[in-house]
């Protein structure tokens, strides 16, 4: 006989992952430590394998991803099932609202996608849970099941899953212009040597940004500089500001708060373009077709055109 999926089980699996501790999704479920603990045993001797690794941090095994992918989708898939079948109410009620994950890149959040998406979400009564990653890795998000959509750099499809194009993030280097003076040789050119004496102030360890402009514009690989990181758009910028090192800001946030923002471009003729793709499961949730167009329509008024794939 096949193995039945308890639904009291998932709900002790799905609260132990979201919040990252068994006491956490006691207090979340309204249950005991222990009962969520015995939920979660149940669930992985029924189904012959682990499902998670106990330890100070707890780990999803690939078993636990893939059944938490499909409780996710399925989840979804039920909530737009309701309220279809009740229309805009429920019992007299306002139909409840619904959650939708998606992980996206802070500078995407920061600048075009929330007011693309904010009508949307009132329209509908959709509920956003952000995960913020750079638009390099946002995609194994996707691919563990623990969104719905991404937006990501990579262009290629994951299986059983739909791109669609949105646009080009364009980045331009930045420094504050007391800094940028101080690089300049007597002929008043720039130079990049200088510049490269002097921090860089980048937004985590995972953004290449940096070294892609170099390597583009200067064929400059593996460069030594030195960095601050500072994980927070809005301190990121700041930093720049402030004159601790030239970065790599968006084109939108130039021309939306240029000036205010108190910076200047260190090379105005050099640029770095970021591909940007939303991704989403094929079989998608009437909410996330709802949420996709939206995306899409905002991409395509706010970012650089994307050209064909080579």
Not at 132 to 137: L, M, S
Not at 192 to 199: I, N, W
Not at 210 to 221: A, C, E, R
């Amino acid at each position: 006989m096949s193995p039945h999926l308890d639904p009291k089980q998932l709900d002790a699996l799905l609260a132990v992952a979201e919040y990252g501790s068994f006491s956490k999704a006691a207090v979340a479920l309204r249950l005991t430590l222990s009962a969520v603990s015995l939920r979660v045993a149940a669930l992985e001797s029924a189904l012959g394998q682990r499902l998670l690794v106990r330890g100070k941090r707890i780990a999803i095994t690939p078993g636990g991803h893939q059944l938490l992918a499909h409780v996710r989708n399925v989840r979804t898939l039920e909530a737009d099932f309701l309220a279809g079948f009740h229309g805009q109410s429920v019992q007299g009620q306002r139909r409840p609202m619904q959650t939708l994950s998606v992980a996206v890149n802070a500078d995407s959040l920061a600048t075009w996608f929330l007011t693309g998406v904010r009508d949307t979400l009132k329209r509908h009564r959709l509920l956003l849970d952000v995960l913020i990653d750079d638009q390099d890795y946002t995609l194994e998000a996707l691919k563990q099941g623990e969104v719905v959509g991404c937006v990501t750099s990579a262009r290629t499809p994951l299986a059983g899953c739909v791109t669609v194009p949105l646009g080009v993030m364009r980045y331009r280097c930045v420094a504050s212009p007391a800094v940028i003076d101080r690089w300049r040789l007597p002929s008043g050119r720039v130079s990049v040597h200088r510049m490269l004496a002097s921090p860089a102030v980048v937004f985590n360890r995972k953004d290449g940004l940096q070294d892609l402009f170099l390597n583009t514009h200067f064929g400059l690989t593996h460069a030594a500089y030195p960095r601050h990181f500072i994980p927070a758009v809005d301190g990121f910028e700041r930093a720049i500001e402030a004159g601790l090192g030239w970065g790599m800001v968006p084109e939108l946030s130039l021309q939306t708060r240029g000036d205010t923002l108190g910076v200047a471009e260190v090379f105005p003729d050099c640029v770095v373009d970021v591909p940007l793709v939303w991704h989403h499961w094929q079989r998608a949730s009437t909410s996330t077709v709802w949420l996709t167009k939206a995306i899409q329509r905002e991409a395509q008024a706010q970012l650089q055109p994307l050209s064909p794939p080579s």
